[in-house]
T-cell receptor
């Protein structure tokens, strides 16, 4: 069964460093999403992406964050200058236009900022 | 006030018991999702509902749009059902899901 994959599974970085989290959505999906979950808290929406542009973003998704689909298969989340409070689990998800509401989640990347 | 509330927050059960997890929401929605989060953190989509009832194996999900309430039932619970169960709603004309805080279920043999 097709699945969303994410790499790395765990990323440790120092405060102020840039990180790129990678996702490979399911191949025929056209809508892509990033979510984050700070330890012990609920999952929060960050951004949605369609047709090579951001379609919606939350107030969390400030100028430190960016997303792109560089090569037609990967979908990346970049954090330009990480802060301690960026430590969280980051989940990628994707969906098709036909099943627009049905989102398939990746296993997550745990980001630890020290 | 949270837009999506789940109850209970924590639930323990003996193997074989019937489990019910509740979700109430305060916003208009286009769909409601039930998700399962494993101890390692990964999220699996269980159901997406916009009306009525869905069943998959031992899992049943129902939604009452008028009452803004959904339930997830697990019949004949098993220790492998131990996980966090999360309710999330999709607001019409937006892309985002709004998540509840989750219900931590532990099923003991």
């Amino acid at each position: 069964e097709p699945e969303v994959t994410q790499t790395p599974s765990h990323q440790v970085t120092q405060m102020g460093q840039e990180v790129i989290l990678r996702c490979v959505p399911i191949s025929n999906h056209l809508y892509f999403y990033w979510y984050r979950q700070i330890l012990g808290q609920k999952v929060e929406f960050l951004v949605s992406f369609y047709n090579n542009e951001i379609s919606e973003k939350s107030e969390i998704f400030d100028d430190q964050f960016s997303v792109e689909r560089p090569d037609g298969s990967n979908f990346t989340l970049k954090i330009r200058s990480t802060k301690l409070e960026d430590s969280a689990m980051y989940f990628c998800a994707s969906s098709t236009p036909r099943t627009f509401n049905e989102q398939y989640f990746g296993p997550g990347t745990r980001l630890t900022v020290t | 006030k949270n837009e999506v509330e789940q109850s209970p927050q924590n639930l323990t059960a003996q193997e074989g018991e019937f489990i019910t997890i509740n979700c109430s929401y305060s916003v208009g929605i286009s769909a409601l999702h039930w998700l399962q989060q494993h101890p390692g953190g990964g999220i699996v989509s269980l159901f997406m509902l916009s009306s009525g009832k869905k069943k998959h194996g031992r899992l049943i999900a129902t939604i009452n749009i008028q009452e803004k309430h959904s339930s997830l039932h697990i019949t004949a619970s098993h220790p492998r059902d131990s996980a966090v169960y999360i309710c999330a709603v999709r607001v019409p004309y937006t892309d985002k899901l709004i998540f509840g805080t989750g219900t931590r279920l532990q099923v003991f043999p």
